[in-house]
Antibody, heavy 122, light 106 residues
Framework: QVTLKESGPALVKPTETLTLTCTVSEFSLSNARMGVTWIRQPPGKALEWLAHIFSNDDKSYRTSLKSRLTISMDTSKSQVVLTMTNMDPVDTATYFC??????????????WGRGTLVTVSS | SYELTQPPSVSVSPGQTASITCSGDKLGDKYACWYQQKPGQSPVLVIYQDSKRPSGIPERFSGSNSGDTATLTISGTQSMDEADYYCQAWDSSTAVFGGGTHLTVL
């Protein structure tokens, strides 16, 4: 059974850098047909795509957050890491990672982690 | 930037057909996906590439996409289908989600 699990701090202070890790199992990050994405959801609000990465290091970022986001992959550890700099209270959200499947412009998120709630507060 | 618009809420009686729309400029030229999210849970993919159902998704879920509108249809709606539904499409290499629709079954 494919699983993804998010890990990281539950609380960060404003201006700090957030580092989140997504650990996957039962599929290989080396598979060129699969990628991993990060999506967040502020409390009571809609889903918001952040970034994705494929094994060939092809990456894409949300335009409005591009300057603050970095996504990377460690295939040996089956992990994808997302960093977000200069955290602000508006970044308080549940952060999900999900597997990306399909083909260009027709990708879909078929398996999701349970999500991790990150609160930004001093 | 590309935007997808969904009605905030839709109501349906049990056993009836629910239709949830998602509007975007020339959305029919893109592929649409739909995700179901119940309170406190992660989203679940229910439709991908406009009309395909993942394994394990009931046949009562179907999708279509043409012109500027994608539609998720739930036939014979059940109380367990009460949830938030999000449409999603790609604008170049960036994913865009709609604002979500809360489906009430009453």
């Amino acid at each position: 059974q494919v699983t993804l699990k998010e890990s990281g701090p539950a609380l960060v202070k404003p201006t700090e850098t957030l580092t989140l890790t997504c650990t996957v199992s039962e599929f290989s990050l080396s598979n060129a047909r699969m990628g991993v994405t990060w999506i967040r959801q502020p409390p009571g609000k809609a889903l918001e795509w952040l970034a994705h990465i494929f094994s060939n290091d092809d990456k894409s970022y949300r335009t409005s957050l591009k300057s603050r986001l970095t996504i990377s992959m460690d295939t040996s550890k089956s992990q994808v890491v997302l960093t977000m700099t200069n955290m602000d209270p508006v970044d308080t959200a549940t952060y999900f990672c999900a597997r990306l499947m399909g083909m260009a412009a027709a990708w879909y998120f078929d398996f999701w982690g349970r999500g991790t709630l990150v609160t930004v507060s001093s | 930037s590309y935007e997808l618009t969904q009605p905030p809420s839709v109501s349906v009686s049990p056993g009836q057909t629910a239709s949830i729309t998602c509007s975007g400029d020339k959305l029919g030229d893109k592929y649409a996906c739909w995700y179901q999210q119940k309170p406190g849970q992660s989203p679940v993919l229910v439709i991908y590439q406009d009309s395909k159902r993942p394994s394990g998704i009931p046949e009562r879920f179907s999708g279509s996409n043409s012109g500027d509108t994608a539609t998720l249809t739930i036939s014979g709606t059940q109380s367990m289908d009460e949830a938030d539904y999000y449409c999603q499409a790609w604008d170049s290499s960036t994913a865009v989600f709609g604002g979500g629709t809360h489906l009430t079954v009453l």
